[in-house]
């Protein structure tokens, strides 16, 4: 019982990316969109799907926030049940906890092209968050 505690309490501290369940950000894939119009992003067949949070600066700089989450929750328990002379007695002890992890994937925007990706927070990147052909496709069928 004391070696389920233990394991159970180092799952709970450890962190997603010592656990390996967060890739990391490879700056190839970054690179790729600097200089990229606009309407790739506008087209990106992962990007539509998320919520979109869009500021303009003063001075014309757009950013645009693709804000990728999800709500995590965990719970790990240990039961016992005991009899003795006719009756049963059990316990149960339930540990949960809940997190949002969050990818805000910002892009900054002048004169219609990428000038920069930036992704904040808990994010990864592969080749699928590269600009897809698509938009060119579009563009001239």
Not at 64 to 92: A, L, M, P, T
Not at 98 to 121: H, W
Request: net charge positive; hydrophobic share 40%; aromatic share 10%.
């Amino acid at each position: 019982m004391r070696i389920s505690l233990i394991a159970a309490l180092v799952l709970i501290v450890a962190s997603p990316s010592e656990a390996g369940l967060f890739k990391g950000v490879r700056q190839s894939d970054l690179d790729a969109w600097v200089g990229i119009p606009v309407e790739a992003l506008d087209t990106h067949s992962i990007f539509i799907t998320m919520k979109l949070v869009r500021t303009v600066t003063d001075s014309g700089i757009e950013i645009r926030n693709y804000v990728n989450s999800e709500d995590v929750s965990r719970c790990f328990g240990n039961g016992f049940i005991s009899g003795q002379g006719g009756f049963v007695s059990g316990s149960q002890f339930t540990r949960c906890s809940a997190n949002k992890i969050t990818c805000n994937n910002i892009f900054y925007i002048k004169d219609r092209k990428v000038l920069e990706y930036a992704p904040t927070g808990r994010c990864f990147t592969d080749k699928r968050a590269r600009p897809e052909a698509r938009y060119s496709k579009l563009l001239n069928p």
